[in-house]
């Protein structure tokens, strides 16, 4: 292989980017998890008060991430 064709730089950047966002979303999910395990936080003093985990946004950034990481090792394959 001597040099990369342009499908094999695109899938190293969609493998990288995929890996930088489940990166990201690891980090901030054990914030929310340190923060949601203290028992002062864990119970307010009104229902609104409580803390509740944002999953929705975890899922979204798990699912791209893994499409991107996947999608991207594919690809390059394909290419090979």
Avoid: Y
Wanted: with cysteine; proline share 2%; net charge positive.
């Amino acid at each position: 292989m001597d040099v990369l064709v342009t499908e094999q730089i695109w899938a190293l950047v969609m493998f990288v980017f995929g890996s930088l966002i489940l990166g990201t979303c690891s980090k901030w999910e054990k914030e929310d998890k340190k923060f949601a395990s203290d028992p002062r936080n864990r119970f307010g003093k009104i229902n609104t008060d409580k803390a509740k985990p944002k999953t929705l946004r975890g899922t979204l950034m798990t699912t791209l991430g893994t499409v991107l990481c996947v999608g991207g090792m594919i690809l390059f394959l394909l290419h090979v």
